[in-house]
């Protein structure tokens, strides 16, 4: 079952590769939040109560709910509809992002001994969630789109956390918590100022102070 | 008392958010200033008083980096004295100023007292949160892209350091504690290659905070967008927070005795760093983009003798603390310049001798101290760091040392000289004038401390700091 979440988890990604509505991308997000509440809810059984009920109250409060709506918040206060001027084709976006999730899923089938202290399954897409992140943030060109991939990678991070097949500190939990502070808080602040100050979302209009001449 | 360093500043911030008194603000600092070094030097007289706690610790291994923090932050908070009555704006907005600056300050110390990787590491996160504001307070257009870079590289860099934290405990193995002590005891049981793999992430994650090429982009804004007591506290002391976290996981990889692939990593990083440096110094426009840049070549200096081991870890304290006292008395002065000629162009700056000679020499001798002249510091952890490499024979390391270290002291000569005796214009040369009377004693006093401390270190090391030093490095 949870296996099936997981894979739904990892096709996401391709879905957030493959469209430039930013809207799309924000209930990307949701979906996301809802599949790692219920990997949460399925897969970790062995961990104490208190550490599935803090991790299922965070993925489906914060991330299945709060993070979308103050991004859906924060696109209605910028209108900001598309971000179609992606360095790369969607196409090749969607190619790309593909073999880096086969890659996920080849790793998880390849018997490695050192890796017995991980779920090998989410270990893989989750890595793969994470590079196809890193590497959106590249080609984008949007702000926002920025900010949407960043809690992406948050979520691979996440599922990474679980991928440890033994009991992971509270610590952790609450570093994740943090994280997810910072998207919405810093990020979210800042998309805002940003809006207000550039009057635009372009990622291009960030870019004056350099080290040739400019005026201060 | 740890918990007196880390609850006082939340208690004072309270009261300052209440009160938004522009002199409570400055007092508050100033008394948290002193009550952080206090407690530093009370290590000296009781140390097991600060030992034995669950998540913080003051210890032979941080020592060092909480006084650095203790004595820059004290030489900050009398420096913002002056600066603080030259700033323009509501009562509330200087209210946000020294609450942010408190918080940045409690987060750097609990970072440095954490004896755990996680809680070191979300203090590590705190920072980021307090100083995306202070490095934003001006509200420009620059000052906003600045602190954008800041928080977004930043906050990639920790989630990376994260993900190396997740796979450390996969490293463990059967143990499941982060604490630092725990792991330098049973590192020997370690997988070594998911050790490698997270020290990987974890380097890159935090080297992105610490300043280390090429994860370094962020610092150059940053710092010269930055008001300059905030960048004098980054570069002197936040880039050292980072980079103990770093040091400790290393201890770790080198309990497990698994160090070889991250001596290289170390090696190559610092090497860019110092390429960065020079090919960047050499080109530069902006006095505040120059010291950032000579922080990020000083980082990288402070990751080879990490690398190099042996007698490079005398050094590597010695230059920790070298570059923070310097460093911070070059950004405290260059708020001077930027109060005097209000413009951060080194085209625009001439002839600073002739409307401040305290400023001036300040400058020079910053500069002088930076760029490794003796009697500094610096010219003793670099002599010393040049020598562990000709020891273990790796002369064409030293080769490039040297060279890079040369391209950056000329490029650096060049824009002081030309700042200081330069032709001055006449119109920047009437702006200054009138700002003379802006600059205060409080302004020209903690550089003083600082630099006297610099140089007298460098020639007279006492016998309690040489045992502290070699303490840090076997600790």
Redesign the interface.
């Known amino acids: 079952m949870e296996n099936g979440f997981i894979i739904l988890f990892g096709l996401t990604m391709l879905y957030l590769s493959a469209t430039s509505r930013l809207i799309a991308h924000v209930k990307t997000i949701m979906v996301q939040g809802i599949l790692l509440f219920l990997i949460c809810s399925t897969a970790f059984s062995h961990l104490p109560w208190y550490t599935i009920a803090f991790l299922t109250i965070e993925t489906l409060l914060v991330k299945a709910i709060l993070i979308p709506l103050f991004l859906n918040k924060v696109l209605k206060k910028t209108h900001s509809n598309r971000d179609t001027d992606a360095n790369i084709a969607h196409f090749y976006c969607l190619l790309i992002s593909s073999i880096i999730l086969f890659g996920g899923f080849m790793l998880s089938v390849v018997e490695i001994p050192s890796l017995t202290m991980i779920n090998p399954f989410c270990f893989g897409i989750a890595l793969a969630v994470i590079i196809i992140s890193l590497w959106l943030i590249t080609i984008k060109h949007k702000i926002l789109s920025n900010v949407i991939e960043f809690i992406t990678m948050e979520n691979g991070i996440f599922l990474l956390s679980l991928s440890v097949a033994k009991e992971m500190p509270m610590l952790v939990n609450i570093g994740v918590l943090l994280d997810v502070f910072i998207a919405i808080y810093i990020l979210g602040l800042f998309v805002s100022q940003i809006n207000t100050e550039l009057g635009d979302m372009e990622v291009a209009h960030l870019s004056d102070l350099k080290d040739c001449e400019y005026n201060d | 008392m740890i918990s007196l360093v880390l609850l006082v500043p939340i208690i004072f911030c309270i009261i300052m958010f209440f009160a938004k008194n522009k002199i409570l603000n400055n007092v508050f600092i100033n008394i948290y200033a002193l009550l952080h070094l206090s407690v530093g030097l009370g290590y000296f007289i009781k140390p097991m008083q600060f030992a034995n706690n669950q998540y913080f610790e003051l210890n032979s291994s941080n020592i060092i980096f909480y006084l650095i923090l203790s004595v820059i932050f004290l030489a900050v908070a009398i420096y913002n004295n002056g600066y603080s009555k030259n700033l323009n704006f509501s009562d509330k907005k200087i209210m946000h100023y020294a609450t942010m600056l408190l918080i940045f300050v409690v987060s750097m110390t609990g970072g440095i007292l954490s004896n ?1 990787l ?2 070191a ?2 203090f590590i ?2 920072t ?2 307090a100083s ?1 504001y202070l490095i ?1 307070f001006n ?1 420009t ?2 000052s ?6 800041y ?2 590289i930043c ?2 860099g ?2 990376l350091a ?2 190396g ?2 796979l450390l ?2 490293a463990e ?2 143990l ?3 604490n630092y002590a725990d792991l330098i005891n049973n590192a020997q049981s370690f ?1 070594h ?2 050790l490698n793999v997270s020290f990987v992430f974890i380097l890159f994650g935090l080297g992105t905070k610490m300043g280390l090429a090429p994860v370094h982009f962020w610092l ?2 940053a710092h ?2 930055a008001p300059s007591p905030i960048s004098a506290l980054l570069s002197a002391t936040l880039l050292n927070c980072a980079f103990l976290v770093i040091l400790n996981v290393y201890k770790v990889i080198l309990a497990a005795n698994c160090y070889a692939y991250a001596r290289i990593v170390l090696l190559v990083m610092g090497f860019l760093s110092l390429f960065v440096a020079a090919v ?1 110094l050499y ?4 006095y505040k ?1 120059m010291l950032a840049y000579s922080s990020i070549e000083n980082m990288g200096i402070l990751a080879i003798a990490t690398a190099l081991g042996g007698i490079a870890y005398y050094a590597l304290i010695i230059h920790l603390i070298g570059h923070s006292l310097i460093k911070a008395s070059y950004f405290l002065t260059s708020g001077n310049i930027l109060e005097l000629f209000e ?3 080194i085209k625009s700056v001439r002839g600073l001798i002739e409307i401040d000679k305290k400023t001036s020499w300040l400058w020079v001798a910053s500069f002088l101290g930076i760029c490794a002249f003796p009697p500094s510091m610096l010219f003793m952890s670099e002599f010393i760091t040049i020598k562990a490499m000709l020891i273990q024979k790796h002369y064409i390391l030293c080769i490039l040392f040297l060279f890079l270290l040369t391209i950056i002291l000329y490029a650096m000569a060049k824009v002081v000289i030309k700042m200081v005796f330069g032709q001055k214009s006449e119109e920047k040369f009437e702006i200054a004038e009138k700002n003379v009377s802006k600059i205060t004693f409080s302004m020209y006093f903690p550089q003083v401390i600082l630099l006297t401390l610099a140089f007298v270190l460098g020639i007279y090391l006492p016998e309690f700091l040489d045992i502290v030093i070699r303490n840090t490095i076997v600790g």
């Open positions: 755990n996680g809680l590491w979300i996160e705190g980021t949160l995306a934003y509200k257009k620059h906003i892209e600045a602190a954008w870079k928080v977004f906050s990639i920790i989630a994260f993900v934290i997740i405990t996969v193995g059967s499941n504690s982060l997988n290659f998911w150059p804004d010269s967008e960047f080109h530069t426009t902006n983009r413009t951060k162009k």
